[in-house]
């Protein structure tokens, strides 16, 4: 092989490689980017609440973290009155803090109450309306970038998905998407805004018992 042809061989070799890394770069970035508007700026809107907790480091006992309390409660239309940072679980209106302010609008049920939320979004597929926030069970859609996935906890010893009745419950929002598990940032998890690796199965449906929690659904956003 003479010098032009070996030079023209390692241009080929170098183009074939870059455009190899280039696009497992765009395949990684795609995945872990939500599909909607929305989706997007719940993920923003969670790594954000999340480092403003650096990153859990903070609890909810901190006289720092008053005011930050205090906007989530807000958020659905509660009085200081009626909370105190330990007296009362939290989750859920950080949920409907960062759905607010993620843009979400009347398309979301805000609430004390994660079950509340869900069964709004269970209704809104039910009815196969408009809403794009729509829940399915846990072995029917594989969660993304931007939704959020739930489990049941406390009292509620089996799949509440299906039942119109209040339950316990809390869910997460995806922030990240791995090969084989999720990376998930939710409120009052261990008195803080924390972060949580959770388990896939093969087919990318999230694992029943990861993490230690009874997942039970996913909310789509888009």
């Not at 929305?38 to 903070?58: D, I, P, S």
């Not at 239309?77 to 007296?87: F, L």
Request: glycine content about 8%.
């Amino acid at each position: 092989m003479n010098k032009k042809s070996q030079l023209i061989l390692m241009w080929v070799l170098i183009g074939t490689s870059v455009l190899v890394v280039t696009g497992l770069i765009i395949k990684k970035v795609g995945k872990n980017k939500a599909k909607s508007k929305l989706g997007r700026k719940l993920v923003e809107m969670a790594n954000k609440e999340w480092e403003y907790w650096e990153n859990g480091k903070k609890k909810e006992t901190s006289s720092s973290m008053y005011t930050r309390l205090k906007s989530y409660w807000e958020s659905i239309g509660w009085k200081e009155s009626r909370w105190t940072p330990t007296g009362k679980a939290w989750s859920a209106a950080f949920i409907s803090y960062i759905m607010k302010k993620a843009g979400a609008g009347d398309k979301f049920k805000y609430d004390a109450s994660h079950s509340k939320y869900i069964r709004a979004a269970r209704k809104n597929r039910e009815e196969n309306n408009s809403n794009p926030i729509k829940a399915y069970k846990l072995n029917e859609k594989k969660p993304n970038v931007g939704d959020l996935v739930c489990y049941y906890r406390g009292t509620t010893s089996s799949d509440p998905f299906d039942r119109d009745s209040s339950y316990q419950s809390h869910c997460d929002v995806v922030v990240q998407k791995n090969a084989d598990s999720i990376d998930v940032i939710g409120g009052n998890v261990s008195h803080t805004v924390g972060k949580k690796n959770v388990s896939l199965n093969a087919d990318g449906t999230v694992k029943f018992g990861s993490a230690g929690k009874n997942w039970f659904a996913v909310i789509k956003t888009s």
